[in-house]
Structure formats: C-alpha cells, structure tokens
C-alpha cells in the first residue's frame, strides 16, 4: 500500500498436518513470538462458532452426508471419533494471520477487527470444503490444474480489463 507504506501488513501463512490440531507452534516462531500468539481452535460441526447471517444450511457439517465417501454428518465428538478411525485420512490447517496496522488511536481496532474476519472466513470455508466434498473428492491432479489454468485465464481477463478506462 502506498499510502500506509511498511505501516500495514496482512500475512497469512498455512501448514496443513495429518492431525486432529494437536500441535503446538507448527510454524516454528521463535519462543519471545510464540508466547504472544493466540490459538483460536475452529470447530466446523459447531453451530455456535457460524454467525446467523453465515449459516447455511446446506454448508452445515452437522447435518451433511457425503453420498461417494459416507462421512457426515459431524456429531459434537466427530474429532475424537475421527481419531479412532484407522482407515479414515484426516487433515488439519494450521493458520498463522499477522497482522500489522500501525496508526495511532485505530491500531488495536483495526487488527482486532481483521483478526476476527479471518477467523469468520476460515471457519465459513472450512465448513464449505467439507460439505463441497463429493464436488471435489474424485478430482485428479490434471483436473485441478485445469481448473487452476482456467481461472488463472479469467483473472487475466478481469485484470487486463481493469486497466481500462
């Protein structure tokens, strides 16, 4: 941004681990950083953590089942009965959001406010991937770099377009 220059920053940074959440400081920050880091656990199947104007019935993982895998629905105990399921592959995101916004008077608003939208979005994606799920489990490799080529395609379109007057 060139208006707020180094004063501004929004990072996101992923691991994703074949774990139920388990691990601590998966990306590895120093201890004088990790002892400042919140850990916001997000649990799709839970209702509560969905705001009302978010919730959508058919993204609710607690009331969807996968017809090609049989998964679904989440009951309130789906992580510890996922976890004794041997033949059922599972993954966690570990999410790391930085955010910096330095401007005096606004500055903890702002990144208490961007912090909280994350959170928002992460738990409202991760309740679609999940209920997405037959749309998504029988791609292959070349058909998500299809799919990647394509859109890449689209937002050439958009951005050369975008440029014009």
Known sequence: NEYMKDDFLIKIETWHKSDLGTQENVHKLEPDV?????AIYIDIADQSQVLPKDYKA????AKFKSVKTGRGPLGPNWKRELGNQEDCPYMCAYKLVTVKFKWWGLQN????FIQKQEKRLFTNFHRQL?????????LTMEDIRRMEDETKRQLDEVSGKAGQV
């Open 34 to 38: 990790w002892k400042n880091v919140e």
């Open 58 to 61: 058919e993204e609710d993982p």
């Open 109 to 112: 608003k702002v990144e208490n």
């Open 130 to 138: 999940f209920c997405w799920l037959d749309k998504w489990v029988d």
